[in-house]
């Protein structure tokens, strides 16, 4: 039996991105809809996967309002400011990318809430809190979360189908402030990760063209398995992965 590499420092995975595994919520919301909560990401574009089940996607970004069916083999992605809510249609399971990994985690991710939440860090900070484990006071206040921005959300959706997208743009300026003191802390997380990971394929390519392959000596492989599984996300029940980057504990997606 050939045994598995164990390297002490293992790599990100290509590219830097962060990874999980989501399965939407089966929650009915007000609008008779059963899915997640809707929210943004200020600097990282999200990928969906789909592995399984059905489902759509609803985006809203000022090219307007969209729905997206979500089926097995179906790939879609979303850039930063683009609001986007998971819907559940039956089974719908997914394996999310997001790129820039550790910084969705550390943050990344706005909620749709109305206004006045908006407005108050303090209150917007309580509302998307949620206490520790998966049991029922954490499913309760997960259920509260979706329903606060879904409320949001419809409002939303509603002026932008009706023409008029000030409130949307709005909601993205509302965004940008809540998270502004944590970008320092976003911009050493890209160049830990992200940056660091374009910058080695430039060194890479850079020993190729000299005819100095030195790099390919480092050759590995490695290996990794949820380390929570089933946790509150923002979209659905989430198994995480504990990978270089990444901290996980405002489980985005």
């Not at 039996?1 to 790599?11: D, Q």
């Not at 986007?84 to 249609?89: A, E, F, I, L, S």
């Not at 900070?125 to 029922?136: Q, V």
């Amino acid at each position: 039996m050939v045994s598995e590499p164990g390297p002490a420092l293992p790599r990100p995975l290509p590219g830097a991105i962060g990874l999980s595994h989501l399965t939407a919520y089966d929650w009915e919301a007000a609008d008779g809809v059963c899915g997640g909560s809707p929210h943004l990401h200020l600097v990282c574009t999200e990928a969906y996967v789909v592995t399984g089940g059905r489902g759509s996607v609803q985006t809203l970004s000022p090219d307007g309002y969209r729905e997206i069916p979500l089926e097995p083999g179906a790939v879609a992605w979303f850039t930063p400011g683009t609001v986007h809510r998971m819907v559940q249609g039956g089974g719908l399971r997914v394996t999310v990318l997001m790129q820039n990994s550790g910084l969705p985690e550390a943050g990344d991710a706005v909620f749709t809430f109305p206004p006045e939440v908006l407005a108050d860090p303090g209150a917007y900070a309580a509302a998307a809190a949620l206490p520790p484990g998966t049991g029922p006071d954490a499913q309760a206040a997960a259920r509260r979360r979706r329903d606060l921005a879904v409320e949001g959300y419809l409002a939303l959706r509603e002026a932008a189908l009706a023409g008029d997208t000030g409130p949307f743009l709005g909601f993205q300026r509302a965004a940008a402030r809540l998270v502004r003191d944590k970008v320092p802390r976003w911009r050493e997380l890209w160049r830990a990760g992200a940056l660091a990971a374009a910058e080695r394929t430039g060194a890479q390519l850079a020993a190729l063209e000299a005819g100095e392959p030195g790099h390919l000596a480092e050759a590995t492989a490695f290996r990794a398995a949820p380390t929570r599984r089933g946790g509150l996300g923002m979209c659905g029940r989430r198994d995480e992965y504990a990978l270089p980057g990444t901290t996980l504990p405002y489980r985005t997606g």
